[in-house]
């Protein structure tokens, strides 16, 4: 019994020393934890620094594609108004540069009719065609003119005039020789086509046989004839 006791007292003694010096062990061997509140955290954080402002330069600008410049066509001039066949009455026959029947400078009409100091007359006939000879869009006109010596003979021409600011200057002629009328005159794709009366070989100049058919173009100072066609003729 006596050697049991002070083991168990022993046991017991340590026991209640272990228990009331717990505190005190505790407050030495443990370390104190300090969790920063979320304020302090943030007061220490350091400031978020603004990414300082690069300095864009501007990309230069793309040239201006150049102006393509188109050549504005010239607005033609305004056709001169057409010739009438009224105004022939009072033109010129024949110039100093082409001249007519023989005569130096031009012969002026006056109603239709010339008369020189030789007795020779000249009378604008009836047929006539207008249109463009030349080309340049204003029309044009073509007659015919008989010239009488003063003998029996009447010679017979067809006379071209351009159209000058819508007044009738002298270009150019082609002559049908004695006694050859022309019935009609047209003027189309700047040609003219003249019918008249002719004759046939070995005829005398009071016959007249052969209708003809003859297209002019103009070839310089002359009317040249480009071709004819020809038809029996019976007056």
Known sequence: MR??????????LVCLLTACGGDTGTTD???TTVTPSADASTALAPAAIAPSATPTTAAPAAPAPAETLTAKPKPKPPAAPALTCKQLAGAHVGSAKVPYNGYPDHLPLTEGRWSGEDGATVLLQKPCGIGDLDGDGAADAVGVVALNGGGSGTFFTVLAWRNSGGKPAFRA???LGDRTPVLSVKVAGQQ??????TRSDGKSLAELDIRRTSTYQLSGPTLAEVGHTEAPYTP
Not at 3 to 12: E, K, M, N, Y
Not at 192 to 197: E, G, R
């Open 3 to 12: 050697r049991t006791l002070p083991s168990f007292a022993a046991v017991t």
């Open 192 to 197: 003219a086509t003249v019918v008249w009366l």
């Open 29 to 31: 061997t443990a370390s």
């Open 173 to 175: 002629l082609a002559d």
